[in-house]
Each structure stands twice: as structure tokens, then as C-alpha cells.
């Protein structure tokens, strides 16, 4: 999750990222399942759309106050996933970290099928951006489904997408930091990131092709290859979304653990004291965060499926809240 708020010299160092929901009470895991089927009027071919399922799971020390992450699901052309980690060094300065995010991701959300975005991610970062009043930061990435088969990836920041094709992970974006745990990120102040900063990457889907898209909170708990055989597991994208979120999750609590973090953090020099050391121990452990995953699934849609059709069900396991949206 994104950590520390950048600036010139001297940033903040507490982590802390979670999945944000916008009523003031929050559910602490939620798994939802869109099916977008997109059509055209020639009636002979068939075209991609995404098949998505969405899991939450805030970080323990936040599920009361609904967290720093947000996310939206969009049936727009073949279909469009965006996520969105407030940065949570905020909270240090009496802000709340997840305002920015979840205006972000709300203001993209609203612009998403505006012309002058053009179906483009950057584009649609840079005005989701300049229309966000909120102080603060995050990190933020946004793929855009074309329905010929092309996904349009634009990132800034270490929230990541994956994509799979028969067992195989094909295409992973890269994480963006000034320093360990110092994303890149969009911000209120002017000395943050921009859209010209934002990673832009092209990549060729064909059905059956599945796209894993999370926060850090997953990336840093969950290595690769367990990625790809979690989903070897699980057929349905709902399944597979909780279930990451879950192995995520535990991974996240485990001071056993060699998480993705703690190798990153020791091939960094952050190690534990050098007496530890001589007794053999070493740095472990996941890192408690929150957690945002959405699984998506390429499939055919017939061309004379009726336009922009939605089918939303899922479930949701309860912490003293009823929101039951699916797209946040």
C-alpha cells in the first residue's frame, strides 16, 4: 500500500492502505461479480468483454473507518477496472487519507465515457485528477478493455495488474517509487506525480485471458506464482477474487512469512539489528494492509447481445454494514 507522502526532501514512512467504501460504516470483506457484455451492430462477429469479481478486506486496525483504498468497475466498450490506494502518511497531518483516493475514483468513475477522455487511461487519469479538491495523494492505475481484444493500462504509483493466459503469466506492470515504500503518486500539492508520469502499456487479450488488478496490499503479500495457482483453483472470478484477497490477508498477519515486502525490504539494507543477525534471524513477515483485488475474465459476447448489458450479483460477509454496491 502506498506508505509515504512524497516530497522534496523530508516524506512520511507509515504505511497503511486499505479498501475504501464511501458510507461511514464499513465492510470488511465484499465480493462482487460484473459481467459486461458489450455489442456493435454487425450481428456476424462476436467481441470481448470482461467477466469481473471484486474482493475487500480493509486492514485489521480499519475496518471502522472504512479505509484508504478505492475502486470502480465500468461497463463502457468492453469494459473498464481502476483502483486507487490513498496515501496513508496523511494522517500524520490530520487528514484523512482516503478522501483523495475515493474522490479520485469517483471522479473517474463520472468521466469515464466522456469524449474528450477518448476511451484513453491516461487521459482519464489527468482529468480525474485535475477535478479532485481533496488534500492528499495516491497511487492509482486504470485499464480500459477495448472490444477487439486490446487492454489500455495506465499506472502511477505500486498498484499492479497481472494477466494470465493458459497457466502462464504473460504481462505484470511495474511499481513506481521514489525510494522503498515512497510511491509514486497523484497528489494535491505540486510537488506530486501527474499523468505524464503514469506508466502506459498495451496488451493483446484473447478469451479466456484473466487480469488480476490490486493494490499494494496484495502485491506485497502474494508472490506471482502463487497468483497464477490460486486461479488454477478457482474458475469463477468471484472465487478467485476472495481468495486472493484471503491468501493476501493471511500472508499479511503471518511474522513468518518471506513475503514479496520483507525481500524487497532486506535486498533494500532493512534488516533486523545486527546481534539478530549473528543468531541467525532475519527480516520476515507480510505487511498488514488493506487489500483490493478484482479478478477479471476475458469472454466472447455475442455481437447482437443487447448493448451495454449488466449483470451484477455477488456476496458479502458483514461487519455491521449493508452496503451492498457493487461499483464504488
Not at 47 to 71: M, Q, W, Y
Request: charged letters at 20%; a negative charge.
Amino acid at each position: 500500500m502506498a506508505n509515504s507522502i512524497y516530497r522534496a526532501s523530508v516524506l512520511q514512512s507509515q504505511l497503511l492502505f486499505r479498501p475504501s467504501l464511501s458510507n461511514k460504516h464499513s465492510v470488511p470483506k465484499k465480493s462482487n461479480l460484473l459481467c459486461i457484455a458489450s455489442s456493435q451492430l454487425n450481428p456476424i462477429r462476436s467481441e470481448v468483454s470482461f467477466c469481473i469479481g471484486t474482493h475487500l478486506i480493509p486492514h485489521p486496525n480499519k475496518v471502522d473507518r472504512g479505509g484508504e483504498d478505492a475502486f470502480f468497475v465500468s461497463n463502457i466498450n468492453g469494459g473498464v477496472i481502476a483502483v486507487a490506494d490513498g496515501v496513508s502518511g496523511w494522517a500524520e497531518r490530520n487528514v484523512d487519507p482516503s478522501l483523495f483516493s475515493k474522490e479520485l475514483m469517483a471522479n473517474a468513475s463520472s468521466l469515464v465515457g466522456d469524449l474528450k477522455v477518448n476511451y484513453d487511461p491516461r487521459i482519464l487519469i489527468r482529468k480525474a485528477h485535475a477535478a479532485t479538491s481533496s488534500t492528499g495523494s495516491a497511487t492509482a492505475i486504470v485499464a480500459m478493455l477495448e472490444k477487439n481484444g486490446t487492454l489500455k493500462v495506465a499506472s502511477v504509483g505500486d498498484c499492479g495488474l497481472r494477466v494470465i493466459r493458459k497457466g502462464q503469466m504473460i504481462f505484470s506492470t511495474t511499481p513506481q517509487e521514489h525510494y522503498f515504500d515512497c510511491p509514486y503518486q497523484l497528489s494535491s500539492e505540486l510537488i506530486g506525480q501527474t499523468y505524464l508520469d503514469a506508466v502506459v502499456s498495451s496488451v493483446e487479450l484473447v478469451e479466456g485471458d484473466i487480469i488480476v488488478m490490486g493494490s499494494d496490499g496484495l502485491f506485497d503479500n502474494v508472490f506471482d506464482g502463487e497468483i497464477v495457482s490460486t486461479l488454477a483453483r478457482h474458475s469463477d472470478v468471484v472465487e478467485a477474487a476472495k481468495a486472493l484477497a484471503n491468501l493476501a490477508s493471511n500472508h499479511s498477519m503471518d511474522s513468518r512469512f518471506e513475503s514479496p515486502y520483507s525481500l524487497e525490504a532486506r535486498s533494500k539494507g532493512l534488516d533486523v539489528p545486527f546481534w539478530k543477525k549473528i543468531l541467525g534471524m532475519k527480516l520476515t513477515g507480510g505487511k498488514l494492509d488493506d487489500i483490493t483485488v478484482i479478478v477479471g475474465q476475458v469472454v466472447t459476447s455475442p455481437a447482437a447481445a443487447s448493448l451495454n448489458q449488466v449483470q451484477m450479483t455477488g456476496k458479502m460477509e458483514e461487519a455491521g454494514s449493508s452496503d451492498t454496491r457493487g461499483l464504488l
